[in-house]
């Protein structure tokens, strides 16, 4: 098994370091690492280093030997981000954890004209320090080391203006009658951004789908049956990845 991912402010070049206090913690007392077994220090942007536990000790201390040296996982390409409608309830941690776990690189929480849930004020940065949160463990989960980075919440307005810089685009849409390609089939570039827009619920407005295909983003659909706006985005996501070779 790959060894436990624990995140630094900043990733020792060595030869020994003193993990401390949540994550010495999550170590010592919820992991009850024991010495010689293997673990991953990271900053959570891409560097990294290992080693093997020397000693645990109290509660929250876990001191790491034999680290090797800070090392930096490259750029992935072509990257990878959802425009995420925000769900009701817990939904929306669920869906930023199945696609941070997947593999997606960005998620940008959008604030859909048919959105049960709207994000204002300290209640809204509540729930945007939430996605982030579980962004962060679900990259530790899935033993990353370049975790999901969740972007401020967008409007439709900023959200077509963001659509406008990539180098692909696309609405998911199910809509039968819309005509709209498949994503399993359409061209997609080898390298530079490929950007997805997940609607909320009740779909994508006639609006707002007009805002989105004059920044160039083009309308697909990802199969027969209808998924959850919590599920599409992990769906989506795990078929580009194949499709890019990212998961080869």
Known sequence: MTAPVFVVD?????PEFVLEGPEGRHAV????LRPGEDVVLTDGLGRWT???????????RLVVTGLHGVR???????RITVVQALPKGDRGELAVETMSETGV???????????????K???GQKALGKWRATAREAGKQSRRVRFARVADAMTTKQVAAFLATADFAAVLHEDREYP???????????????????GPEGGVSAEELRAFTGAGARVCRLGRSVLRT???GTAAVALLLGRTGRWS
Not at 10 to 14: A, I, L, Q, T
Not at 53 to 59: N, T, W, Y
Not at 187 to 198: F, K, M, N, S, T
């Open 72 to 78: 930096e996982e490259p750029r992935p390409a072509p």
């Open 180 to 198: 709209g390609e498949p994503l399993a089939t359409v061209e997609l570039p080898a390298a530079g951004e490929i950007v997805l827009v997940v």
């Open 50 to 60: 290992d080693g093997v536990v020397k000693a645990a000790e109290g509660k929250d």
């Open 230 to 232: 919590s599920t599409a």
């Open 10 to 14: 900043e990733v020792p070049g060595g």
């Open 105 to 119: 690189d960005e998620i940008v929480p959008w604030s859909a004209s048919r959105c049960v849930t709207q994000w």
């Open 121 to 123: 004020g300290e209640r």
């Open 29 to 32: 007392s919820v992991k009850r």
